[in-house]
């Protein structure tokens, strides 16, 4: 038993002291100059990016601290552990970290594997959130840190990271806590601005998410910026329609809506909520035309019971005939 | 099988609960969620239907787990059903983001020694 001990001492001690040596050898590839996406600066540091010193187990309220108060939300460290910290844990999960920003009346946006669309948001403007594994796959320590910067000639990133205000990693060295870490990385987004490299179902999901705690207006901000981005997605329209039906602009949301099922005419949730504006437009004979061809049968429960209930308020306001309906009903939407 | 419930019920959900209060609290009530209408493709491998998810295991998880009861309430309120079900997943073993301090310096190290040296290549797959 000893004498294995020993061998893989030795052998572990041989490993090292050829690695050492193989080092004088070997050089590799820089990181940084190969990612960079075309446009993008070579160097970046946003060092207006706030610090927080974080305490023992507690980066995750820093770095959520840092990256809401560089957009411009108010908030703490401190204010922000009972929000993210899990005490049997010694730490903050990705979920709520991914959460906890809407409280703030902001967006967080997942970003994507590629170390391209991390370099982007720092060439916007934008410090990005990572999840560093400093241990092993069946060993883990995580850290959460906030990337302010790059610079492609040295091959660095620039970090805010635990107790230290600014830290410069070689990219390799970050890229392989960062790869341990399975290559998460989220920003926080003010209503209006889409990431670079941002993906339209990740970004319209998490606008949705944003949907149900937000002000109308900051809802419309997020789903006005999708619709310019991205005119072909139905759920863009969708979400700024009940921005502005939230707001009291019934015939703007409904002309969202009718533009959603032009794009995609078998959104039933889109009918839905466009025969409800006509309803509330005081068209009842063409928000039940809507509705009509729809088999509530084929639906799943709460959308069912939605276009259900849709249906009855219709039938309480006594549809008659398209020609005895207000002028303003005919055809606009 | 104690257990298996709370994981499989952690594992797998299609996000019909994603619907929520299904409607937006406004005067005339029967305005869907966007967040209802979005199609969420990862959702669909996902085999374990629940279309009722009581919050309340999650809620006493989450006390067991060293949060006080008040601010438990608050973080759950914060949450919709697809990220409560995920929480309900991760608690246990998901990565929790800590601690700077380089406890584990050495392994790190030498794994990064091997990485720069070429000994290994963690992103040849990549």
């Known amino acids: 038993m000893k004498k ?24 590799r590839e820089p990181f940084i100059p190969a990612h960079l996406p075309a446009g993008a600066q070579s160097s970046v540091e946003l060092a207006a990016t706030p610090f927080f010193p974080q305490d023992k187990y507690q980066c995750g309220p820093a770095a959520l601290a840092t990256v809401l108060v560089a957009s411009n939300a108010e908030t703490t460290p401190e204010a922000l552990v009972p929000v993210v910290y899990l005490p049997a844990r ?21 970003l994507s594997r590629h170390l391209e669309s991390v370099i982007e948001e720092l060439a916007a403007g934008r410090p990005v959130l990572v999840l560093h594994n400093y241990g092993l796959s069946f060993w883990p320590k995580w850290h959460y840190a906030v990337v302010i910067g790059y610079d492609a000639a040295s091959d660095k990133f620039i970090m805010r990271s635990g107790k230290k205000r600014r830290t410069e990693w070689r990219a390799r060295t970050f890229m392989v806590a960062w790869h341990n870490g399975g290559r998460w990385a989220m920003v926080v987004l003010r209503p209006g601005e889409i990431p670079v490299s941002a993906d339209p179902t990740l970004y319209l999901e ?87 061809a729809v088999n509530t049968d084929a639906l799943a429960s709460p959308l069912k019971e939605a276009v259900l209930d849709t249906r009855k308020h219709i039938e309480l306001a006594k549809p008659s005939t398209l020609v005895g309906e207000p002028s303003r009903c005919t055809s606009q939407y | ?28 009530a029967a305005i869907a969620d966007t967040a209802s209408l979005v199609t969420i493709d990862r959702a669909a491998d996902m085999t374990v239907v629940r279309t009722h998810l009581d919050r309340a295991d999650v ?13 438990v309430d608050r973080r759950l309120a914060n949450l919709n059903d697809r990220e409560l079900h995920q929480l309900a997943a991760d608690m ?21 020694i091997l990485e720069l040296t070429g000994v290994i290549d963690i992103f040849k797959k990549t």
């Open chain 1, 4 to 27: 294995r001990v020993a061998g893989l001492a030795a052998r572990f001690i041989f490993l090292l002291a050829s690695t050492v040596l193989l080092s004088a050898c070997v050089t």
């Open chain 1, 90 to 110: 010694k730490g903050s999960l990705q979920v709520e970290m991914r959460a906890a920003p809407r409280q703030f009346g902001r967006l967080s946006y997942p």
């Open chain 1, 206 to 292: 998490a606008a949705a998410d944003f949907e149900r705690g937000a002000s109308p207006a900051d809802s419309r901000l997020a789903f006005d910026a999708a619709v310019q981005r991205w005119p072909g997605q139905s759920v863009a329209w969708i979400g700024r329609g009940t921005a502005e039906y939230r707001a009291g602009n019934i015939s703007d949301a409904a002309r969202d809506y009718a533009t959603a099922l032009r794009i995609d005419p078998g959104n039933v949730g889109a009918r839905n909520n466009l025969a409800q504006s006509l309803l509330d437009l005081g068209c009842p004979t063409r928000a039940l035309e809507q509705l009509r």
């Open chain 2, 1 to 28: 099988m104690k257990h298996s419930p709370w994981r499989k019920f952690a594992v797998g959900i299609l996000s019909i609960a994603i619907f929520n209060t299904g409607m937006v609290g406004t005067a005339s």
């Open chain 2, 59 to 71: 809620r006493a998880k989450m006390e067991e787990m060293g949060i006080e009861a008040t601010a």
């Open chain 2, 92 to 112: 246990q073993n998901a990565p929790a983001g800590g601690d700077a301090v380089w406890i584990v310096g050495a392994v790190f190290i030498v794994l990064i």
